[in-house]
């Protein structure tokens, strides 16, 4: 059981499970995010605190999403009828629409594809996990956390926008990278351009280590190229 469990779960850079739901908003789809970024990110269960103020936050930054480009939805194995009786419930106590969909997956088909149910953690409740998904529809990056423990959406946002960065200029990002700051310049590939690379006008450490500004980078290359 835990091979199968193993087997289903996505690949970076590899298509993401297909699938058509019921959500608060009505019927969604894979195919309906297309030419966008989304989020998918499933939560343990409704009417439950921590999962609560994971909703606030994402709520709280969904306009910051947008501009990026980028779209949200929420999951967890409870029906349409649970889901809208917690977001009404979140409005009433805390005052803040959830403007997002979230899937009603009873039949527990997209958390099993996603991997998003691990049996050392439950054997009926999704664990915090999360997947941004580009605008190909390709799985860019995966994050789980335990059930007892919240995300952080801030770091959510800082990784999108790395990521399209080093989509739109060939360049990886430093730890903790935020936008403004200097990017790594991809390695070198051949001996004469590391030969060359203390000359080539980037903050130079050592040949393999190079920082720029955006402005500077090197031409976009075919993703994975940066590291």
Avoid at 43 to 65: G, K, M, Q, S
Avoid at 143 to 169: C, K, W
Avoid at 187 to 203: L, N, Q, S
């Amino acid at each position: 059981m835990e091979n199968v469990w193993t087997a289903r779960i996505p690949r970076i850079n590899e298509p993401a499970p297909d699938f058509t739901a019921k959500t608060t908003f009505g019927p969604r789809s894979l195919q309906d995010y297309k030419g966008k970024w989304l989020i998918l990110f499933s939560h343990p269960a409704d009417f439950t605190p921590v999962c609560t103020t994971e909703f606030l936050a994402f709520a709280a930054n969904y306009e910051r999403f947008r501009k990026l480009g980028c779209e949200l939805l929420g999951l967890s194995i409870d029906s349409t009828y649970s889901h809208l009786a917690w977001v009404r419930n979140i409005k009433e106590k805390f005052g803040v629409d959830i403007p997002f969909p979230v899937i009603d997956d009873l039949s527990m088909r997209i958390a099993h594809d996603y991997g998003m149910i691990q049996p050392g953690a439950s054997d009926t409740s999704t664990v915090r996990a999360t997947f941004f998904i580009d605008p190909a529809g390709k799985v860019r990056a995966m994050v789980y956390y335990p059930m007892t423990n919240g995300r952080s959406i801030e770091e959510f946002v800082r990784l999108l926008e790395a990521m399209q960065t080093s989509d739109r200029h060939g360049v990886a990002t430093p730890e903790g990278w935020c936008p403004g700051e200097k990017v790594m310049v991809p390695p070198p590939a051949t001996v004469k351009d590391a030969d060359a690379r203390a000359r080539a006008g980037y903050e130079y450490t050592d040949w393999y280590f190079s920082r720029t500004e955006i402005a500077k980078a090197a031409p976009k290359k075919k993703k994975g190229g940066a590291r």
